[in-house]
T-cell receptor
């Protein structure tokens, strides 16, 4: 059973470009969470999705960031018109359910560098 | 709002030493994760626990729900244990009960 997959592992974008980060959850997992780790800071929750639904996006910046988890295919975190402050490691996690009974499994992360 | 505090921030140990990393949190939680992150690397889940104690190899995690405190112990430490160890708390219930709140991590260096 493959783990959580993220790609690309490293992404370099110039200011103003778009960044698309992909997350394929573990087989059988329909819950996906995105977290951001800014340099020298701890991980912070961004968004929680189930298939075709955004459940909670309270941790997402209000502008330029969006996320989706379509019926088929990976979850996508999209950042439009990137700025230097978006440079960070973005991790997704997946679980088969939500709450204390269900462990979240993390992917290897995508390291975004904005030049 | 749940605050998660870890101590120490940095820890250097000699190979073979017994290591303890502490985590305290401010509100009731349903579960707590201990995670490991190597430099530039991904995040590996070591434990998820709601009560008592769990052991896996040389790693032991304990939690005291009443005292809102958890510890991660490493016995017979080895240089390959060098990493950042992060605790993350899952709130007890209600809105956001799936949102992990993370500590800032403890950077462990084990010297041969």
């Amino acid at each position: 059973n493959a783990g959580v997959m993220q790609n690309p592992r490293h992404l370099v974008r110039r200011r103003g470009q778009e960044a698309r980060l992909r997350c394929s959850p573990m087989k059988g997992h329909s819950h996906v969470y995105w977290y951001r780790q800014l340099p020298e800071e701890g991980l912070k929750f961004m968004v929680y999705l189930q298939k075709e639904n955004i459940i909670d996006e309270s941790g997402m910046p209000k502008e330029r960031f969006s996320a989706e988890f379509p019926k088929e295919g990976p979850s996508i975190l999209r950042i439009q018109q990137v700025v230097r402050g978006d440079s960070a490691a973005y991790f997704c996690a997946s679980s088969p359910g939500t709450g204390a009974s269900y462990e979240q499994y993390f992917g290897p992360g995508t390291r975004l560098t904005v030049t | 709002k749940n605050e998660v505090e870890q101590s120490p921030q940095n820890l250097t140990a000699q190979e073979g030493e017994f290591i303890t990393i502490n985590c305290s949190y401010s509100v009731g939680i349903s579960a707590l994760h201990w995670l490991q992150q190597h430099p530039g690397g991904g995040i590996v889940s070591l434990f998820m626990l709601s009560s008592g104690k769990k052991k896996h190899g040389r790693l032991i995690a304990t939690i005291n729900i009443q005292e809102k405190h958890s510890s991660l112990h490493i016995t017979a430490s080895h240089p390959r244990d060098s990493a950042v160890y992060i605790c993350a708390a899952l709130p007890y219930s209600g809105a956001g009960s799936y949102q992990l709140t993370f500590g800032k991590g403890t950077k462990l260096s084990v010297i041969p």
